[in-house]
T-cell receptor
Framework: ETGVTQTPRHLVMGMTNKKSLKCEQH?????MYWYKQSAKKPLELMFV???????ENNSVPSRFSPECPNSSHLFLHLHTLQPEDSALYLC??????????????FGNGTRLTVT | EDQVTQSPEALRLQEGESSSLNCSYT??????LFWYRQDPGKGPEFLFT???AGEEKEKERLKATLTKKESFLHITAPKPEDSATYLC????????????FGTGTRLLVSP
């Protein structure tokens, strides 16, 4: 496989469930990201893992918990979500060298619906 | 605060009818401006990076240009397969790896 792969593609969960989104990149990149995309809104950065350092958007609720066991895999653990968390969750990766801004490569996302 | 505004929100063109999409930005110390294409049900696909005013990049029917305040994505003689949402994003010197995206322009090219 090539590129950035996300599973599952679609997820429906109740507000009391716990689920996880998975992302795997096959590009040899050293940084991975979670973005949230809602209708009519700009992409919102949630978390960044770069060279094993985690950077996060302080406005992201604690019901979202990221995990990055190595440079190729990224998870987003979900618990006690709200209906307004329904959105497309995108994973991305990039190759960062000396803080030069390289383009992101995105997966096709997980469409999450919270009922 | 870094900000990106894209216009128009939606654009309908006839096949072969050239036009331009606009991305206006305010950012502290521009480090890069990125253009992406997003098809329905898919993630954004990288098109171009521009780093400094005056820079231009081309790919097939697309050409991106950059000034100190805005970027244009020129589409020459578009085809129906160019229909997509085009996203612009910037990163400044105060937000390492923190791209700020616009809301995009939805382009529809009719045969």
């Amino acid at each position: 496989e090539t590129g950035v792969t996300q599973t599952p593609r679609h997820l429906v969960m109740g507000m009391t469930n716990k689920k996880s989104l998975k992302c795997e990149q096959h590009l040899g990149h050293n940084a991975m990201y979670w973005y949230k995309q809602s209708a009519k809104k700009p992409l919102e950065l949630m978390f960044v893992y770069s060279l094993e350092e985690r950077v996060e958007n302080n406005s992201v609720p604690s019901r979202f918990s990221p995990e990055c066991p190595n440079s190729s895999h990224l998870f987003l653990h979900l618990h006690t979500l709200q209906p307004e968390d329904s959105a497309l969750y995108l994973c991305a990766s990039s190759q960062d060298r000396d803080r030069r801004y390289s383009p992101l490569h995105f997966g096709n996302g997980t469409r999450l619906t919270v009922t | 605060e870094d900000q990106v505004t894209q216009s128009p929100e939606a654009l309908r063109l006839q096949e072969g009818e050239s036009s331009s999409l606009n991305c206006s930005y305010t950012v502290s110390g521009l480090r890069g401006l990125f253009w992406y294409r997003q098809d329905p049900g898919k993630g954004p696909e990288f098109l171009f990076t521009l780093y400094s005013a005056g820079e231009e990049k081309e790919k097939e029917r697309l050409k991106a240009t950059l000034t100190k305040k805005e970027s244009f994505l020129h589409i020459t003689a578009p085809k129906p397969e160019d229909s997509a949402t085009y996203l612009c994003a910037v990163v400044g010197d105060t937000g390492f790896q923190k791209l700020v995206f616009g809301t995009g322009t939805r382009l529809l090219v009719s045969p």
